[in-house]
């Protein structure tokens, strides 16, 4: 999701580039050494639990592999994308992770000269999308590509002349929902004049959504993160002929506005800012980048709590240079982040790939190792959905492709990145069953009695997946679910029946995830024979009301735990009257005849595909 070949190739292409591609390997054999000298990464964490361990990549002798960016739907589907250069130039790389190996996958050029992709966005195993950029350093074209899970095709741009630039380049992407897709990066023909452009993706086409341009400031983005419609973030630099500051501009719905920033100092008149990130469920934000202090550079680490922000990270002087290119937030107090340390000068310059991580929030630890005979760095690091604080990080390592991967082995067992078909058992399940042609699923047992006693089709939804374990996410057990499009079944065997089977809270974990400081310009319900809960201090009224009574209530539906809002939708994009409830979201649709009007949200759906990427 984030631009850093940039890092690679911009200060290579686009400025003084040394040799970065090659520091990008570095990271794969260093953490190869590590292990094979016996000293696990990251041992110091949790009594030697977590381990970064080096996963095997395909390269080529004649060719520098260099990857730039990483993003996953589950632990047996994630891309990572970058670029080979050799004696033809540059050409696109997209290397795919199926739970066994990484394979290379095909990947088209647009442009006929050099091509390099430098983000990557997967949401499922049929939809993801990768940018970059094209062309000669003084007047960079655009790359996209879309995969539809049998190949990658090029994907139409929309027109930047417009923009008073001859072309634009792509850094960074990221995806909300299938039509709700933002990629960032410049646009311009001359570094010096470049302006920060930001595109959006509404499930048709792509669109200009914001070009950031000040008379005698360059300006550009290296990363973008969208947390929902409503809520994106863009990072980078903006350049003047005496320095160049970090960029933060937010977006609510409405408009983009420029974040604040931690004051400079007098002796940090440089900073970029390469990557951001957020803890889940939170408004923390960390981002990272480097301080060009004089006279070498440091790493950069903000660390943004509500209204005030922490420079963190200041202990991170490795080698003589530091960098950080990636970052990633598991909670408040745990963030990791990949970059590169540097020592010499010119041609002697030694690169070594750099992973930070903090416990805390506050004091930050490096990992390194020897890189004798190497030279490398790491670009971008990502959690990997359905897991436990599983991370992959990619780079590049002398001349090969580089592919880190953490896991905790101290951590709990997290819901399996793909459901096992009859991995789990309910009462009934042998006696009573039913397939569902419109999607291949059965229900059995108690589920089945539940689903038919429930509300059928239009409470529930077809079946989207077989019975399997999961580790809820609300007290961390494990439990039998199955999936359908509008609601998660769980059996809770401890509870006397009918209480043994229980809806998972879809709604809460979609409300905290899309509005994590409550949606905007909510309105309650005061019309008359309306509903005030005091649970949650939320009032329901007219329709929204009538569908909550004679659909099962509490037990079905939950408390609602907003008021009333309009929200884009994320299935067609339109705009709707809508109210958050525990387990499930209601839709007003004047359009049609009661009881029809009142729909549900397909919140099994959204939360299946996030999690296992719609298998």
């Not at 739907?73 to 033809?88: E, K």
């Not at 390592?397 to 991995?423: F, H, I, K, W």
């Not at 310009?521 to 024979?529: C, E, F, L, Y």
């Not at 979201?585 to 049609?592: K, M, R």
Request: glycine letters at 10%; charged letters at 20%.
């Amino acid at each position: 999701m984030r631009f850093v070949p940039l890092l690679h190739r911009f200060h290579v292409r686009f400025g003084p580039r040394k040799n970065l591609a090659v520091s990008a390997a570095v990271a794969a054999l260093w953490l190869g050494s590590m292990l094979a000298l016996g000293a696990p990464v990251g041992a110091s964490l949790a009594q030697g639990c977590p381990a970064w361990t080096l996963v095997p990549s395909p390269s080529l002798p004649e060719l520098e592999f260099v990857l730039s960016s990483v993003s996953g739907v589950s632990r047996d589907d994630i891309w990572a994308v970058g670029y080979t250069l050799g004696t033809g130039g540059a050409r696109t790389l997209a290397q795919h992770w199926d739970g066994k190996e990484w394979k290379v996958v095909a990947s088209p050029n647009p442009a006929p000269s050099d091509n390099y992709l430098d983000g990557v966005a997967a949401l499922s195993p049929t939809d993801a999308w990768a940018v970059g950029d094209s062309g000669k350093p003084d007047n960079p074209g655009s790359v996209l590509l879309h995969w539809n899970g049998k190949e990658w095709t090029p994907a139409a741009l929309p027109d930047g002349s417009s923009l008073g630039a001859y072309t634009y380049a792509l850094f960074s992407i990221s995806a909300v929902a299938p039509n709700d897709i933002w990629a960032a990066g410049a646009a311009g023909h001359q570094q010096d004049a470049w302006k920060g452009i930001i595109l959006h993706y509404d499930g048709n086409v792509w669109s200009i959504h914001k070009v950031l341009g000040i008379q005698g400031v360059a300006s550009l983005f290296y990363s973008i993160e969208a947390r929902g419609h409503d809520d994106v973030w863009a990072v980078g630099a903006r350049r003047t002929d005496r320095s160049v500051r970090d960029l933060q501009l937010h977006w609510d719905g409405k408009e983009w506005d420029e974040a604040q920033v931690e004051p400079l100092g007098s002796n940090a008149y440089i900073r970029e800012a390469w990557d951001v990130a957020f803890a889940p469920g939170t408004n923390d934000r960390w981002v990272v980048g480097n301080l060009r202090t004089l006279p070498n550079p440091e790493a950069s680490i903000l660390h943004f709590r509500g209204d005030t922000v922490e420079r963190t990270g200041d202990n991170l002087r490795v080698l003589d240079r530091n960098f950080l290119t990636g970052v990633v937030a598991l909670s408040q107090t745990e963030a990791w982040a990949v970059g590169r340390g540097e020592t010499g000068a010119d041609e002697k310059t030694q690169r070594q790939p750099l992973i930070a991580y903090t416990t805390n929030g506050s004091n930050w630890e490096a990992l390194r190792g020897a890189t004798e005979g190497g030279d490398g760095a790491l670009y971008d690091i990502s959690a990997i959905p359905g897991t436990n604080a599983e991370l992959v990080a990619v780079g590049t390592y002398n001349n090969a492709s580089l592919v880190e991967m953490y896991r905790d082995q101290c951590a709990p067992p997290a819901a399996p990145a793909t459901p096992a078909t009859g991995s789990a058992a309910i009462p009934g399940a042998g006696e009573r069953s039913r397939t569902f042609a419109e999607t291949g699923k059965s229900v059995k047992g108690i589920f089945l009695d539940y689903w038919d006693k429930s509300g059928g089709l239009p409470q529930q939804g077809f079946p989207i997946s077989e019975l399997f374990t999961e580790v809820s996410a609300l007290d961390g057990k494990p439990y039998t679910v199955q999936y359908f499009e509008r609601a998660v079944f769980e059996y809770h065997p401890e509870n006397q029946p009918p209480f043994n089977v229980l809806l998972s809270q879809l709604g809460t974990f979609r409300y905290k995830q899309k509005y994590p400081n409550g949606a905007p310009s909510q309105q309650a319900n005061t019309s008359a024979g309306s509903v005030l809960f005091p649970e949650t201090g939320k009032r329901v009224g007219g329709r929204f009301l009538e569908y909550w009574q004679k659909n099962g209530g509490l037990a079905q539906q939950g408390y609602p735990i907003s008021e009333e809002f309009t929200e884009k939708s994320d299935v067609d994009g339109k705009e709707y009257r809508v109210q958050y409830f525990e387990r499930a979201v209601f839709e007003l649709h004047p359009e049609n005849k009661p009881p029809y009007d009142v729909l549900l949200s397909q919140l099994g759906t959204f939360q299946y595909r996030q999690k296992y990427g719609g298998r």
